[in-house]
């Protein structure tokens, strides 16, 4: 059986091989740090990784890698990336914690001794003022918040249309790269996840604009939070507006690729922390439910994609209302968070819902266990997911800087075993 009908039939709830996805979203990485000690394990080529995410620091996981951890998987991105430039005309770069990376040509950074860490500028443009920082001592970057100074009344006054700049309609650039990208990804063929640009509803990694170099409305994190409560009908007009480009984009780069591709990525707006919700089932059935089903009414109606959602945290609450908003796929399945055990969320959810995430614990487990435990781990969450189909394995979330190799070849190798006995 290939790559695509592996997660096909798992996607359709046919239960069988356990596909696995490294690498196909910006949510299912491994740290560019394990990557190259994962190439270096598996004897593969030496040379410096590309960075696949600028801000998470996130590896571009090759075919030979894939190859032998045995992905089923293969992503499609956006034109431009988390800082608003292309993945292009890539130069070496040595990263903080000391190895050699390749990055985009338009990764334009400063070292700041005194605030010990580094800044990057949005769209490669030292002329702005800079959106991320990374220290000395991190993996990856953090978004500085640059929204304007407001007093109460003007931000009560803002025009919807300020907070709109980034969701305009695909150019044929951007619609001519998704085809070209999503026909090479095809060819590999392993199944597509395209990555959609434009469709994350109020996520708040995207909110403060780190790609933009003015950004303008309500940038602020936890402003857009109290905007929610208080800016109803404000943050609603936005979600409308936005939805209306996303549909006429969707139609435009169906038009393009077609049922090619198997899975799309609408939205990484996140609802949970490790304990409960952001908001209310009232709130997000008032305020997201009826735009995020106009999205996933249009691809249902027209596409063969199942609609992939990640949202991280204790979120059982709000299952049933996600699902009912028309979204196929949940993403990462925070099995530590409070509520999120396998078996309730299997028994609860199975029949409707497919697991994609959830295979192992990535705060606790996967970092600091030894061996065994991450193997058992791996078998168990198999296990309960895998019954009936309706999962593809990956980690809770990308698996971070300082993993230890050992523990993710553990992961892969478990994996591998229970494919031959399935």
């Known amino acids: 059986m290939d790559d695509r009908q592996i997660v096909r039939d798992a996607l359709a709830h046919v239960e069988g091989k ?7 979203t910006m949510v299912t990485g491994i740290h560019i740090s394990c990557v190259e000690e994962l190439r270096d394990y598996y004897g593969l080529e030496k040379r410096p990784v590309r960075v696949s995410d600028c801000c ?5 996981i090759d075919d030979d890698l894939k190859e032998a951890m045995g992905v089923n998987t293969v992503g499609v991105n956006a034109l431009n990336g988390m800082y608003g430039f292309k993945n292009e005309d890539y130069k070496e770069w040595r990263a903080p914690w000391g190895q050699d990376i390749l990055v985009p040509g338009k990764f334009e950074i400063d070292h700041d001794k005194s605030k010990g860490g580094i800044y990057i500028y949005p769209q490669g443009d030292r002329d702005a003022a800079p959106s ?19 007093d109460e009344d003007e931000l009560d006054e803002l025009d919807p249309e300020v907070n709109l700049e980034e969701f305009q309609d695909y150019t044929v650039e951007m619609l001519d790269h998704y085809e070209r990208e999503v026909e090479s990804a095809f060819a590999t063929g392993r199944s597509v996840t395209l990555n959609f640009a434009g469709s994350g509803l109020g996520d708040i990694a995207h909110v403060p604009a780190p790609f933009l170099k003015d950004p303008k409305g ?11 409560a208080i800016r109803e009908d404000y943050i609603s007009e936005i979600f409308r507006r936005q939805t209306d480009v996303t549909l006429r984009n969707l139609q435009n780069l169906y038009a393009r690729v077609g049922n090619k591709v198997d899975t799309v990525f609408l939205c990484g707006a996140d609802f949970g922390t490790q304990n409960s919700t952001f908001c209310s089932a009232d709130k997000f059935n008032s305020l997201w439910k009826p735009e995020y089903k106009r999205m996933t009414a249009w691809i249902h109606e027209n596409t063969d994609w199942k609609v992939f959602k990640h949202s991280c945290g204790a979120i059982i609450s709000l299952i049933p209302e996600i699902l009912d908003a028309g979204f196929d796929i949940l993403n990462p399945v925070q099995v530590s968070a409070t509520g999120m055990d396998p078996e309730t969320l299997k028994e609860k959810f199975g029949a409707r819902a497919i697991f994609w995430g959830g295979g192992v614990d990535t ?48 992961l892969a190798d478990e994996l591998s075993e229970i494919n031959k006995e399935r």
């Open 18 to 24: 356990i596909p696995v996805d490294f690498g196909s």
């Open 56 to 60: 998470q620091m996130l590896g571009e």
């Open 132 to 150: 991320a920082f990374m220290p000395d001592d991190g993996y990856f970057f953090d978004t500085i918040v640059r929204q304007p100074d407001y």
């Open 218 to 228: 309500i940038r602020d994190i936890e402003e857009w939070y109290i905007s929610t």
């Open 363 to 410: 705060q606790k487990t996967l970092p600091f266990a030894g061996v065994d435990e991450v193997k058992s781990e791996v078998r168990r969450h198999c296990e309960i997911f895998g019954r009936n189909g309706g999962f593809v394995f990956n980690t809770v979330h990308n698996i971070q800087a300082r993993t230890p190799v050992a523990n993710i070849v553990a």
